[in-house]
């Protein structure tokens, strides 16, 4: 089965994660688990604690924070395992994030070598 990963993203300016949703994350993850389509999940922490890294003309020039746009930033992904796109946009629409921001559905592209 192909491999997609779901990553969700939000404007903390605009609206963000609550703390009720502790137990909708929960029930996602053990659903994901006990459907045997789970492949990864993780987090991240608030985008001010990330480095946005850059190589121009043989120059690498490193930023404190997420510098590459303004507004909506990635705050986690999930990488499932299963039929088709149409599955894992299934999936997408439970990620809590997707009521006040976004899932990008992308299909993972897997090397054999």
């Known amino acids: ?3 997609f990963a779901l ?3 939000y404007d903390p300016a605009v609206a963000g994660p609550t ?3 502790l137990q909708e994350w929960l029930d996602l993850d053990k659903e994901a688990r ?3 389509v789970l492949v ?3 987090g991240f922490h608030d985008a001010g604690a990330a480095r946005t890294v850059c190589v ?3 120059a690498t020039i490193v930023d404190d924070g997420v510098t590459a746009a303004p507004g909506a930033v990635v705050a986690g992904f999930y990488v499932v395992d299963v039929a088709d796109i149409n599955a894992a946009t299934s999936w997408a629409r439970r990620i809590p994030t997707a009521r006040y ?5 992308r299909p993972v592209v897997e090397y054999d070598g």
């Open 40 to 42: 990864h999940e993780a």
């Open 101 to 105: 921001g976004s899932v990008d559905v």
């Open 1 to 3: 089965m192909p491999k």
């Open 34 to 36: 006990g459907a045997g």
């Open 7 to 9: 990553m969700y993203q």
């Open 56 to 58: 121009r003309d043989a």
């Open 19 to 21: 703390e009720d949703e």
